[in-house]
């Protein structure tokens, strides 16, 4: 099938919150506090923690709506990393970290990313994104560089509704005057990415970079987005 346009979610597919950048973050604050922490704690603190977002979020208000519900989470779990520390509360530090984070610093774009993007663009399709995120969005991806790619962003925290919901994928086909059949969307998720796909009229794969679903067939799956440019 050809096509007129493909649309991406963006945690877990077009980029990723980096661990290791998060660990050395509050290594610094800690020795601008006078503490020695030794980088390897850190690491193993922020990966056990970092596990345990995609069920404190489920246990959640939609985060993406409620920029304090959104800002709570997120504080909350930096204060609870600092705790595991050892360290004393601080809530300046803990500050420092939601900011770095709001701002998507701590974000880096998988390293197939871009040569993906340039082939599907090269095709001349139209690219776009379906998230669930806050309403800088936009910004994020362009200090990431990857911005530009995209020329419909249709984002939960502005649309007003989070993915299952057929509203921002509606949304996303209204603004790319373009019918949902001809649509194609890339996520990592089954139910919110996959099923609202789905449940919206759309075309969806599955990108699943860690294999949690080996055996998924309802829609093509992939491992790497460079994959993708073959299956459509």
């Not at 200090?143 to 502005?158: H, N, P, Q, R, T």
């Not at 299952?164 to 969307?185: G, N």
């Amino acid at each position: 099938m050809k096509y007129r346009g493909v649309f991406f979610d963006v945690g877990g597919v077009l980029m990723q919150m980096g661990r290791e950048r998060v660990a050395r973050e509050y290594v610094a604050l800690a020795h601008a506090r006078g503490v020695t922490l030794d980088l390897a704690v850190a690491l193993r603190m922020f990966g056990a923690l970092d596990d345990e977002i995609p069920a404190r979020a489920r246990a959640a208000p939609p985060l993406s709506l409620d920029a304090r519900a959104g800002k709570k989470f997120w504080t909350t779990l930096f204060a609870d990393g600092w705790a595991r520390l050892g360290l004393a509360r601080d809530d300046a530090a803990i500050h420092h970290l939601y900011t770095l984070f709001r701002r998507g610093d701590f974000n880096h774009v998988f390293d197939d990313v871009r040569p993906a993007l340039d082939a599907l663009q090269a095709r001349g399709l139209p690219l776009g994104i379906v998230s669930n995120f806050t309403a800088n969005l936009e910004q994020v991806l362009r200090a990431l560089g990857i911005g530009d790619y995209f020329s419909v962003f249709a984002v939960s925290a502005i649309v007003r509704a989070e993915k299952p919901d057929r509203a921002i994928f509606d949304y996303a086909a209204r603004t790319a005057k373009r019918s949902p059949r001809d649509l194609l969307f890339v996520g990592d998720g089954i139910h919110a990415d996959v099923d609202g796909a789905h449940n919206a009229g759309w075309n969806a794969i599955l990108l699943d970079r860690d294999n949690w679903y080996p055996d998924y067939a309802v829609v093509p799956r992939v491992r790497r987005l460079t994959e993708l440019v073959d299956k459509i």
